[in-house]
């Protein structure tokens, strides 16, 4: 079974997407998503540039030998860049395996650990009000966990508040937008929030909050204590997660569990995190985390250490992306929450898939392989279109984490 074609197709159904497609000799195919938000382009000519022609004549059953050949032999290792190539490639070999053995991908991991996944949704809005409707229609539709997010007075436009449940950052333009801050207005405001949505839907719906990395360890240790009298269910991304040293304090003042990792690209960002228990839920994803062979280890060794999964699902993955991260959400036994934004109409045209969503749970496609392909025709449709993610000032004009 020799893979004798890989080919890159970059589309933009509402929103750029990379994807490989890798085809055996026998006829099989296989997609791995290889989106990386904002800096798409670097990915598909990392691929088309450097790795595809390494593929042609390789053994496709041979995942693990493939996963450490392009890892290991490219020297430079690690960066977003690097592995999410790799894991798309990891994520195509997994598609064929598991069409070769007749069988879902999850069965290959493993079989089931539960029924069904848990997954939460997004209420953003400008005003505490609109939030309250927003997470309202989510539990209309059957909802069990809600990420929420509101302006903050004061401040114009800040990250996570959309409508609808859909919120892309990533704007087309020459130049990115550009937001401003103020820790001091958000730390004040945000109790605010949260205290009307108990008071509005009770302590039976998994609350969610995400800081997106604007925060000292103090501050963030601050919010968390402060929120604690509504239970969150985690507090993501509390301060920017280079100094990892930071979420020690963090822990030291609050018991609000805390998740982060959407941004972790490997093992060794995370192992600190993990194995002092600094942390309660993981957030790395299949495309960012190197494929289902390396997200597969980040879980297990997170399982020794009672942190769970919690896999960021945003619309910048693709339907490839998350088909592949249900298969593995389905199977470990440290699963926690899968985060899951439905893609619009035109990129669920572009992606046919089989997984589906059903009163707040997801279940993975029992279709051989992921489940889910990418209709070429439909993907030329769409060009690319260069978009960037914004950038975060204070307001006095300084830049300030995003």
């Given at each position: 079974m020799?893979?004798v074609?890989?080919?890159?197709?970059?589309?933009c159904?509402?929103?750029?997407?990379?994807t490989?497609?890798?085809?055996?000799?026998d006829?099989l195919?296989?997609v791995?998503d290889?989106?990386?938000?904002?800096?798409?382009?670097?990915?598909?000519?990392?691929?088309?540039?450097?790795?595809c022609?390494l593929l042609?004549?390789?053994d496709?059953?041979?995942?693990e030998?493939t996963?450490q050949?392009?890892?290991?032999?490219?020297?430079?290792?690690?960066?977003?860049?690097?592995?999410?190539?790799?894991?798309a490639?990891?994520?195509?070999?997994w598609?064929?395996?598991?069409?070769?053995a007749?069988?879902?991908v999850?069965?290959?991991?493993g079989?089931?650990?539960?029924?069904a996944?848990?997954?939460?949704?997004?209420?953003?809005?400008?005003?505490?009000?609109?939030v309250?409707?927003?997470?309202?229609?989510?539990l209309?539709?059957?909802?069990?966990a809600v990420?929420?997010q509101?302006?903050?007075?004061?401040?114009e436009?800040?990250?996570?508040?959309g409508?609808?449940g859909?919120?892309?950052?990533?704007t087309?333009?020459?130049r990115?937008?550009?937001?401003?801050?103020?820790?001091a207005?958000?730390?004040?405001?945000?109790p605010?929030?949260?205290?009307?949505?108990r008071d509005?839907?009770g302590?039976?719906v998994?609350?969610?909050?995400d800081?997106h990395?604007r925060l000292?360890?103090?501050e963030?240790?601050?919010?968390?204590?402060?929120?604690?009298?509504?239970?969150?269910?985690?507090?993501?991304?509390p301060?920017?997660?280079?100094?990892?040293?930071?979420?020690?304090?963090?822990?030291?003042h609050?018991?609000?569990p805390?998740?982060v990792?959407?941004?972790y690209?490997?093992?060794?960002?995370?192992?600190?995190?993990i194995?002092?228990?600094?942390?309660?839920y993981?957030?790395?994803?299949?495309v960012?985390?190197?494929g289902?062979t390396h997200?597969?280890?980040?879980?297990d060794?997170?399982?020794?250490y009672?942190?769970r999964?919690?896999?960021?699902?945003a619309?910048?993955l693709s339907?490839?992306?998350?088909a592949a991260?249900?298969?593995v959400?389905?199977?470990?036994?440290?699963?926690?929450?899968?985060e899951?934004?439905?893609?619009?109409?035109?990129t669920n045209?572009?992606?046919?898939?089989?997984?589906r969503?059903?009163?707040?749970?997801?279940?993975p496609?029992?279709?051989p392989?992921l489940?889910?392909?990418?209709?070429?025709e439909a993907?030329?449709?769409?060009p690319?279109r260069?978009?960037?993610?914004?950038?975060n000032?204070?307001?006095d004009g300084s830049?300030?984490d995003?």
């Open positions: 020799r893979i074609d890989a080919k890159v197709i970059v589309t159904p509402d929103r750029n997407f990379v490989l497609r890798l085809t055996t000799d006829g195919t296989g791995g290889a989106t990386l938000n904002g800096r798409e382009l670097a990915v598909a000519s990392y691929l088309e540039d450097h790795l022609q042609i004549g390789r496709a059953s041979r995942i030998d996963w050949y392009l890892y290991k032999g490219a020297y430079w290792r690690r960066g977003p860049v690097t592995m999410t190539a790799i894991a490639v990891d994520t195509a070999l598609d064929i395996k598991g069409k070769a007749g069988m879902p999850y069965q290959l991991l079989g089931r650990s539960r029924d996944v848990t997954v939460y949704g997004h209420a953003g809005s400008a005003t505490v009000s609109d309250l409707e927003e997470v309202a229609g989510l209309g539709r059957g909802y069990r990420r929420v509101v302006g903050v007075p004061g401040l436009k800040i990250y996570g508040v409508r609808g859909f919120y892309e950052p990533a087309a333009g020459a990115p937008d550009e937001e401003s801050w103020s820790t207005k958000y730390l004040n405001f945000v605010e929030l949260f205290a009307a949505v509005g839907f302590y039976d998994h609350l969610l909050h800081v990395h000292t360890p103090i963030a240790a601050r919010l968390g204590k402060a929120l604690e009298p509504y239970g969150l269910f985690w507090l993501e991304d301060i920017s997660e280079e100094l990892q040293e930071g979420f020690r304090l963090i822990r030291r609050t018991t609000t805390i998740a990792g959407e941004v690209n490997s093992i060794w960002d995370c192992r600190q995190l194995t002092e228990q600094l942390i309660d993981i957030r790395m994803d299949v960012h985390g190197g289902i997200l597969r280890r980040v879980f060794l997170a399982a020794l009672h942190v999964t919690g896999s960021h699902g619309t910048d339907p490839v992306c998350l991260g249900l298969h959400d389905v199977a470990v036994p440290n699963f926690g929450i899968q899951y934004m439905p893609h619009t109409d035109a045209a572009v992606f046919p898939h089989s997984y969503f059903e009163d707040g749970l997801m279940y496609s029992e279709e392989g489940g889910v392909d990418i209709d070429e993907a030329a449709e769409y690319y260069q978009a960037y993610l914004p950038v000032r204070l307001e830049m300030h995003w």
